[in-house]
């Protein structure tokens, strides 16, 4: 017991003096973890945003083996805000990469080991979106602060706002002469419609942008010293060879205010049709030669111009105003008259020269160039100065107290003009006049309807309406502040206006039914018209068609629902409805009532392919009978598996279909069953030998025009010639003692034979 007892003692202090000398790790037992590796360590997994990634880890065992460890690892990751990590359980957060680590330490072996992986984290689109200012609807005086598209592409994560990709994106326009696009920036060049495109990462999008001129004109001026002055329209300039300059300006009008202009001299482009006689740069005309030239200017689609003519030193006299003139039985019109003396300027010649007047009962003028209106008439008044002379015909009307148009409201579709409705004045002894030649006329939307050449003519409108009420101010065309109006009858300051109504022409009418069937003594609610307009847009519930019916067997009623069909005896008739510049038409047939519909046959068995004609009869309260086989409207439930057209139905596919028809209001159904037609039959045996008592199973096959086969054994009629030789049931042949039998199967209308021989 004491030997024991010491050999212990001196195993004991041997062992401490071991594990105080040798590291514990020397004495890893077999089973501990030698290291450890994730799935795909050292490789690079890509993850869409707010994607996820369960990650494994597995240790190599001292002694051989593996063991998953990924729970029991420490995980982290290099960049939290791009990857998140826990328990190998990794979520994208946002483009970019991380490494993600797993360590692993035994605290009894003090063994240590790490794996990593590289996690590479990219945005995933799914939409691209486009924010653009004004509603894509854009002037050509915009800012450029609303000239600006953002293109924003969608992550596939809800918690990831839309990235900007505008500076990245590919863009377009359809139309470059309206406006071109660059990094989002759009520049206008003329009014119309363009649509701007931006694509990027494989997605698209675009919008139609609408590019509109807030002008309603150009006006040209001419510049002497410091003052402008308007060239008014068809006013001519006479300058001589020895003015070799003269300024011009253009000037925008602004749609929404006449009376505001703007210099747009350096910005328009300048044109002369004959640089041999004048020369244009930035409004500035330089005198070439003698002659005519018409000089334009051009700005964002307007445009304005002027005829110049180049004479030699006296040679014209210049009268302010200028063209032809009306006046009013006494009124007062001063003319002045000029001559060219050298460069940019005009010697007043008005007390100088020699005015006469080709009739002095219609109007004088005296000696000074002031003329008076004395009685309605024409004349022509003329100034004469040293061996020329300038003329205008003055046409002189009475005094009037009204001015009224002859129609203020017209109706005309987009496309299409109309004349001027007449205007007439009121004399003093209340008969009227026709001043229709002396009225100039404005528009308040001219981008709609304008009057040019004696006519209304429309110009567009919005493709989202069809119509538009314009009003065309007319007024007494005015002679410039050299006249004095009779103060007795002030008729100068007088307007009138006509209303316009332009409208989209309408494409075609559509109604909910093609024709109708009515029941004498009844009465009908009229069809639903659509009226498809020319610029797409659709309108339905319409007011204002007009209904007619032809013939006497049918009436339109007015009833307090609105106006009703109503059968009065059997016939036909034919409905029409007009909308503005369309007629539909619709065939009506008039009979009794059906008290009874009868349908042959009530279900149909068919092949593919094949077709078969429906019967449908109809019995009046009479006890007449008429055929209604193609008036039942029929509609199958699965045109997939049969159609139905008129009075036959069509077998298309293999599978059962309901055709529903009606007639008056009374509903019948018929059921369709398609199936293959059996093209073959054939059994697995046609001749058998058999001892008695032993049996045998055949099988029976189908074969149909679809290719299809199929195995009909236990679907067949089965019989035997003499069943005390052998019996058959379901394919099983039985036999029962020796002789000679025959065994039948048949199936869709096919027969095989079994020839069975027992011995």
């Known amino acids: 017991m004491i030997a024991n007892r010491k050999v212990t003692y001196w195993m004991l202090v041997l062992t401490l003096l071991l594990s105080v000398m040798v590291p514990t790790g020397v004495f890893a037992a077999t089973g501990d973890i030698k290291e450890i590796n994730i799935d795909g360590a050292n490789t690079t997994v890509e993850l869409g945003v707010g994607k996820t990634k369960q990650l494994k880890v597995n240790a190599s065992l001292e002694g051989g083996g593996t063991k998953d460890v990924t729970t029991t690892v420490s995980w982290s990751t290099s960049d939290a805000s791009i990857v998140k990590v826990s328990g190998g359980l990794i979520t994208a957060l946002k483009s970019g990469t991380a490494t993600v680590t797993a360590e692993y330490n035994n605290p009894t072996t003090e063994v240590g080991s790490v794996s990593t992986i590289t996690i590479k984290v990219t945005d995933t689109y799914t939409a691209l979106t486009l ?26 994560n809800t918690s990831i706002e839309p990235k900007d990709v505008t500076a990245d994106a590919e863009w377009t326009s359809s139309n470059t002469g309206v406006l071109t696009i660059e990094k989002g920036q759009i520049t206008l060049n003329g009014s119309g419609e363009a649509t701007i495109t931006a694509k990027y990462a494989g997605l698209t999008a675009s919008f139609k942008a609408k590019v509109t001129s807030p002008y309603s004109g150009l006006k040209l001026y001419r510049t002497v010293g410091s003052t402008d002055t308007e060239i008014q329209e068809k006013e001519d300039l006479e300058l001589i060879m020895a003015d070799k300059e003269v300024t011009l300006r253009a000037k925008t009008v602004l749609a929404s205010n006449s009376s505001t202009t703007n210099d747009v001299s350096d910005k328009a482009t300048w044109a002369s049709s004959d640089n041999g006689v004048a020369t244009v740069e930035d409004g500035t005309v330089k005198i070439v030669s003698t002659g005519k030239v018409t000089i334009t200017a051009t700005y964002l689609g307007e445009q304005a111009k002027v005829d110049i003519y180049v004479r030699a030193p006296y040679e014209a006299i210049l009268l302010t105003p200028t063209g032809d003139q009306m006046m009013f039985i006494d009124e007062t019109l001063a003319v002045s008259a000029g001559v060219r003396v050298k460069a940019n300027e005009t010697q007043d010649i008005s007390q100088d020269a020699e005015w006469t007047s080709s009739n002095k009962l219609i109007a004088t003028v005296d000696d000074k160039g002031v003329i008076s209106a004395k009685a309605a008439g024409t004349t022509t008044i003329k100034a004469s100065y040293q061996g020329i002379s300038k003329s205008f015909k003055l046409t002189v009307y009475p005094s009037i107290t009204k001015l009224e148009v002859e129609k203020d409201q017209l109706d005309i579709y987009l496309g299409g003009s109309a004349s001027l409705p007449k205007v007439t004045g009121t004399k003093l002894d209340g008969e009227t006049i026709d001043l229709s ?3 100039t006329w404005t528009s308040s939307q001219e981008n709609i309807a304008v009057v040019e050449d004696g006519k209304i003519v429309t110009k567009d409108l919005d493709d989202t309406i069809v119509s538009a009420e314009v009003t065309l101010t007319g007024k007494l065309s005015d002679a410039g502040t050299g006249l004095t109006p009779n103060a007795n009858f002030p008729i100068r300051g007088t307007t009138v206006d006509i209303k316009v109504n332009v409208k989209e022409k309408v494409l075609t009418l559509l109604t909910s039914e093609d024709s109708m069937s009515i029941v004498i003594g009844t009465e009908n609610a009229l069809p639903q018209i659509t009226a498809v307009f020319e610029n797409g847009v659709e309108q339905t519930n319409l007011t204002g068609v007009e209904w007619t019916v ?5 009436v339109l009623k007015t009833t307090a629902d609105g106006k009703k069909l109503k059968g009065l005896s059997k016939g036909s008739a034919t409905l029409k409805g007009t909308y503005e510049n369309k007629t539909v038409s ?3 047939t008039i009979e009794p009532k059906i008290t009874k519909i009868v349908v042959e046959p009530q279900s149909i068995e068919l092949n593919l392919k094949k077709s078969k004609a429906i019967k449908v009869t109809g019995y009046y309260t009479d ?22 057209s008129s009075t036959s139905v069509k077998a298309v596919a293999e599978g059962s279909a309901t055709l529903t028809g009606s007639y008056q209001g009374q509903t019948v159904t018929v059921k369709v069953n398609v199936v293959p037609k059996l093209t073959k039959l054939e059994v697995s045996e046609k001749k058998l030998q058999l001892a008695p008592g032993a049996s045998k199973t055949l099988v029976l096959t189908a074969t149909y025009d679809t290719g299809k086969v199929a195995t009909v054994t236990g679907s067949a009629t089965w019989s035997s010639s003499k069943t005390n030789v052998a019996k058959v049931s379901a394919g099983k042949i039985e036999a029962v003692a020796k002789g000679s039998a025959s065994i039948k199967a048949k199936y869709g209308g096919k027969t095989v034979t079994v020839s069975v021989s027992v011995k």
Not at 141 to 154: E, G, H, N, Q
Not at 550 to 554: E, H, P
């Open 623 to 644: 006890g007449k009978k008429v055929t209604l086989s193609s008036k039942m409207g029929w509609v199958s439930s699965d045109e997939s598996v049969a159609t139905v």
């Open 586 to 588: 619709l065939s009506v």
């Open 131 to 156: 924010d653009y200012k004004l509603d894509g609807k854009y002037s050509l005086d915009s800012s450029a602060a609303d000239l600006t598209v953002a293109a924003k592409a969608k992550v596939d």
């Open 550 to 554: 032809t013939g006497s067997n049918a």
């Open 437 to 439: 030649n002396e009225i």
